[in-house]
């Protein structure tokens, strides 16, 4: 083999390293947050989960509790962190899709569609990482 087809054979190779790199989620991007947040939750690993969503959620799960705890006290926990699995770790269903929609600096929207389930919208806010933002109730 010639010097020339060697150095075609490895920029073929680099380049197709560099096709398939782009293809695959990047570590650290909104996606690879959101999977993670899913497994935590799958795990039911509340410190995972509490630590990958945003300031502003936690900010909210913790007053609900405080008052909630307040209702019922010694009976309630009085942090959000003790509310954030609830029983929704048991009816999760596997992800079917997660898909960039946008990105800008500070903030991300995915469509996520769990198995047998219609795609929604959800929010992601940069705070050191990527953290999860779910909307507060009415």
Known sequence: MNASMSRRRVLALALGGAL???CV?????PETAYRAFVRAAADR???RVWASL?????AWLDERARVAAARAPGILPAGGKQLV???????ARPLAAVVLRRESRD???LEVAEEGGAPREVELVREQGWRVRLPAPP
């Open 20 to 22: 398939a790199a782009g």
């Open 25 to 29: 989620q990047r570590e650290g991007s």
């Open 45 to 47: 690993d509340a410190e």
């Open 54 to 58: 945003s300031t502003d959620t936690r």
């Open 85 to 91: 699995l609830g029983d929704a770790a048991l009816t």
């Open 107 to 109: 903030r991300a929207v």
